[in-house]
């Protein structure tokens, strides 16, 4: 319980200097559901939130190609390989059990989505 503990206690001081956002590292982490796009799962990893899984509604595992913090808050991008579109999302702000997030393709599409924590 204390190794837990201290991992939460450390993902919470990972936001880099220079980043404004209202949300923490530990924030991010659970698994995230969309009705819409399907689930995204962040993990704590030695105090750093990582995006472990994006899986659409419909099952399709969606590969990974990074994420990280970056001047407009946290990020993470995948590559969906029924279509080949490149999506990336960033985090817009955490509303207690709600991550608001932008997203934005290769085409210049974009658009916001809101995702519930299990």
Same mark, same amino acid.
């Given at each position: 319980?204390?190794?837990?503990?201290?991992?939460?206690?450390?993902?919470? !001081?990972?936001?880099?200097?220079?980043?404004?956002?209202?949300?923490?590292?530990?924030?991010?982490?659970?698994?995230?559901? =969309?009705?819409?796009?399907?689930?995204?799962?962040?993990?704590?990893?030695?105090? !750093?939130?990582?995006?472990?899984?994006?899986?659409?509604?419909?099952?399709?595992?969606?590969?990974?190609?990074?994420?990280?913090?970056?001047?407009?808050?946290?990020?993470?991008?995948?590559?969906?390989?029924?279509?080949?579109?490149?999506?990336?999302?960033?985090?817009?702000?955490?509303?207690?059990?709600?991550?608001?997030?932008? /997203?934005? =393709?290769? =085409?210049?599409?974009?658009? !916001?989505?809101? /995702?519930?924590?299990?």
């Amino acid at each position: 319980m204390f190794l837990l503990l201290l991992s939460i206690a450390c993902a919470s !001081k990972h936001v880099p200097t220079g980043v404004d956002v209202p949300y923490t590292a530990a924030d991010l982490v659970g698994d995230w559901r =969309n009705e819409g796009a399907g689930e995204i799962t962040i993990v704590d990893q030695r105090g !750093k939130p990582v995006v472990q899984s994006v899986v659409d509604y419909d099952g399709e595992v969606f590969e990974i190609l990074g994420f990280g913090w970056g001047e407009d808050g946290y990020s993470w991008s995948y590559r969906v390989p029924s279509t080949d579109y490149h999506i990336t999302e960033t985090v817009l702000s955490i509303d207690g059990d709600s991550l608001h997030t932008s /997203w934005s =393709n290769q =085409n210049g599409d974009t658009g !916001k989505d809101t /995702w519930s924590r299990d």
